[in-house]
Every structure is written in C-alpha cells, then in structure tokens.
C-alpha cells in the first residue's frame, strides 16, 4: 500500500483564514496526512478576520521535514511569510526536490522574496500583481494557475478550486473529485 501523501501549512498572524482552513479541510477529505505550523513559537495564530488557529506543530517541529506539498495562505500574513528565514529554508528544500509549492492570493510575494520558481507561470490577488509580475509570468485570466510543481490562486473566494488542484497533483483526479463531489461543488471540472 503506497504511503499517504502529506501537506505542511504555514501560518503566520494575519494569514487569510479562509485560504488556509478551506485548502486543509479539502486536502483531509482526499486522505492527505495535513500538518498545520505556525512559523513561530507560539500554539496558535491569530487570522486576518481575528479566527484563531491553533496549529498542529510550530516551524520548528516542522523545519527539518520533507512533505509532498508546502502550502503557503495570503492575507496579510504573507509579509511576516516573507520576512522568516526557516521559511524560506523550507521552500528552498522542497523547490530542490522538486515538491509542490502552492501559494494563494497575496503568498506568491512570499514565492518572490525567497526566490522560488522564478520565472513561472503564476496568479495572485490583483492588488498584489504588480509585486511579482516582472519575476513571473503572471496569467491574469485563471484563478488557478499551474506550472510544473507550482501551483497558485487568486483569493479567498478561489480556495475551493486551489484547495482541489492540490488534492488533484498529489491524489489524483478521480479523488478530488470525489471530494468536490462531496461537497457539492459543482465547478470541479
């Protein structure tokens, strides 16, 4: 029996609660093994909207671990994404074994400032566009974007659809969806 596929969520205060609990509840459903970390010390993180997340481990439980995917919530939780060192330890791990890195709405300026997949083809919340265009090659069309092991969204309304390409690149088709089916999304395609 293959092993479970697994997923590292980083958050930091002011992360878009939205992105983050809809993408790990979708991955959960798929029977993806989905660890929550803060990139601090502390237990628990304080959302854009003031939810509380308790994490399941602190950055550095999770440091020296290797996972199928690292996801990465906007809000504005991504500067303080940007500004961690261990974060940008992990991605630069994972980008050199070739993992998925997937960054929603304001995050891929986290992908920008610790150099990740240069060059790619990605999206973002539009406000944040101008940050990362000139690096990437930016698609202003789709809410998901794909390119090879990198996959990024536009917001929190565009979880859903971020939430399931994930659990599609590490579980395949028929099980995402089964899981949008599930939930009665019907924009799965």
Known sequence: MASKKTALCLLADG???MEAVITVDILRRAEVNVTVSSI???ECVKCSRDVKICADAKISDVADKKYDVVILPGGVGWKLLAESSKVGEILKAHEKDGKIIAAICAAPCVL?????AKGKKITSYPS???NV???YNYIEDE???TDGNLITSKGPATAYA????IAEKLVGKEKAKSVADGMLYKDYK
């Open 112 to 116: 920008k400032a610790h150099d990740i």
């Open 143 to 145: 809410i998901v974007v």
């Open 40 to 42: 601090t010390d502390k």
């Open 162 to 165: 971020f939430g399931l390409a």
């Open 133 to 135: 265009e000139g690096d």
């Open 128 to 130: 944040v566009k101008k």
């Open 15 to 17: 992360a878009e609660e």
